[in-house]
């Protein structure tokens, strides 16, 4: 029982090259998320995806889109990367939508980025 | 959602308890009481939760104020693997969880 896995583990980027980060769980959870983490700061919400085939912005979409591929995998891209993206991504999942109530949230190692 | 208050930093001797604080004085009454916690270069990871009363568990308890505008994670014996930042996130039920910036805790041996 691996939990959440998320790939690569590191990444460089140039500026306007593009990328997929990729996310995976093995616990049959119905909602999945994107947050960044910036150096100092809390993690801030991306996109997220309540159940199989909805995907939702949450607090800074702008750059960035996701796929949710089936039950197991939800996918971030970057169309064209810019400094500014530089930061950890963590994905998510939880049993049900919202995570609330004993609904927690587990999270993947996380990929670091660094777009140059 | 509502707006919550934790110390930047804290500070804590091993094997000695330690009080988290946290301010939510805009906290709804469905809210429930979150808290994460990220060990270094790892992704954050559940704590423990609770609503009105006070709750238990092997990781820590959690202490809620009678009018649940605020409350305290307890560590009951702080250890050098405690080190971490730990976020206090009331949910809103309807919305994903919000991180703030959390209070980062050292422990020192």
């Known amino acids: 029982n691996a939990g959440v896995t998320q790939t690569p583990k590191f990444q460089v980027l140039k500026t306007g090259q593009s990328m997929t980060l990729q996310c995976a769980q093995d616990?049959?959870?119905?909602?999945m998320y994107w947050y960044r983490q910036d150096p100092g700061m809390g993690l801030r919400l991306i996109y997220y995806?309540?159940?199989?085939?909805?995907?939702d912005k949450g607090e800074v979409p702008n750059g960035y889109n996701v796929s949710r591929l089936n039950k197991r995998e939800f996918s971030l891209r970057l169309e064209s990367a810019a400094p500014s993206q530089t930061s950890v991504y963590f994905c998510?999942?939880?049993?049900?939508?919202?995570?609330?109530?004993?609904?927690?949230?587990?999270f993947g190692p996380g990929t670091r980025l660094t777009v140059l | 959602d509502a707006k919550t208050t934790q110390p930047n930093s804290m500070e804590s001797n091993e094997e000695e308890p330690v009080h988290l604080p946290c301010n939510h004085s805009?906290?709804?009454?469905?809210?429930?009481i979150h808290w994460y916690r990220q060990l270094p270069s790892q992704g954050p990871e559940y704590v423990i939760h609770?609503?009105?009363s006070n709750v238990n568990n092997r990781m820590a308890s959690l202490a809620i104020a009678e009018d649940r505008k605020s409350s305290t994670l307890i560590l009951h014996r702080a250890t050098l693997r405690d080190a971490a930042v730990y976020y206090c996130?009331?949910?809103?039920?309807?919305?994903?969880?919000?991180f703030g910036k959390g209070t980062r805790l050292s422990v020192i041996a």
């Open positions: 998510a999942s939880s049993e049900a939508f919202p995570a609330f109530s004993y609904n927690e949230q587990f």
């Open positions: 616990m049959n959870h119905n909602s």
């Open positions: 995806s309540a159940s199989e085939g909805t995907t």
């Open positions: 805009t906290i709804s009454g469905t809210d429930y």
């Open positions: 609770g609503l009105t």
């Open positions: 996130i009331p949910s809103a039920g309807n919305t994903p969880l919000v």
